[in-house]
């Protein structure tokens, strides 16, 4: 799970890949924004990932762009 460098002036997300297959999650709330490759239950799995590690995800994503919360 990562974020690129350019992604801050989108809501907070996380891009996930393996191989040649990408998603892109939005944080607030939790849910798929696209999808490139991945199979049905391997998205599942991988939203449980995301909802489970959440809060870490946030954090690290403010943290990095520099933002807070009531930023958006």
Request: no cysteine; hydrophobic share 40%.
């Amino acid at each position: 799970m990562f974020f690129y460098a350019g992604d801050g002036v989108e809501p907070p997300h996380v891009h996930v890949e393996r191989e040649s297959k990408e998603a892109k999650f939005w944080l607030e709330p939790v849910r798929l924004a696209f999808n490139r490759g991945f199979g049905a239950s391997e998205l599942i799995k991988i939203s449980r990932l995301v909802e489970e590690h959440h809060d870490i995800i946030l954090k690290a994503w403010y943290d990095y762009f520099g933002r807070n919360e009531n930023d958006d």
